[in-house]
Nanobody, 129 residues
Framework: EVQLQASEGGLVQAGGSLRLSCAAS????????IGWFRQAPGKEREGVSA????????YYTDSVKGRFTISSDNAKNTVYLQMNSLKPEDTAVYYC??????????????????????WGQGTLVTVSS
């Protein structure tokens, strides 16, 4: 059974940090594009960041560049999203998702077009001002 288990989010003050993890099981983790998405109240879901688990290539949406860092621990089948300098506008439900393949196109199609084979459950991140 395929699973993407996101860690619990939380409440953090603006300027603070939080790390999310996405633990994967049931598929060949080391050749996937794995990404984080978020959906704020009243807004459409947006791709935040993605990583190729085989090459380590990464993608970030402009609004999080320089603040968020995505990483992969292939030994633990886990992808992390380190979120620093959090802003109230980062408040959203965050989801991780996975797509086979580790090419640049896999990253793009995952994070830009939300083409994913697997989705995890959402986790709420609230940033207070």
């Amino acid at each position: 059974e395929v699973q993407l288990q996101a860690s619990e989010g939380g409440l953090v003050q603006a300027g603070g940090s939080l790390r999310l993890s996405c633990a994967a099981s049931g598929f060949a983790f080391d050749d996937y594009a794995i990404g984080w998405f978020r959906q704020a109240p009243g807004k459409e879901r947006e791709g935040v960041s993605a990583i190729s688990t085989s090459h380590g290539n990464t993608y970030y949406t402009d609004s999080v560049k320089g603040r968020f860092t995505i990483s992969s621990d292939n030994a633990k089948n886990t992808v992390y999203l380190q979120m620093n300098s959090l802003k109230p506008e980062d408040t959203a439900v965050y989801y991780c998702a996975a797509k086979p393949g580790s090419s640049s196109w896999s990253l793009v199609s995952l994070i830009i077009y939300s083409v994913a084979d697997y989705w995890g459950q959402g986790t709420l991140v609230t940033v207070s001002s």
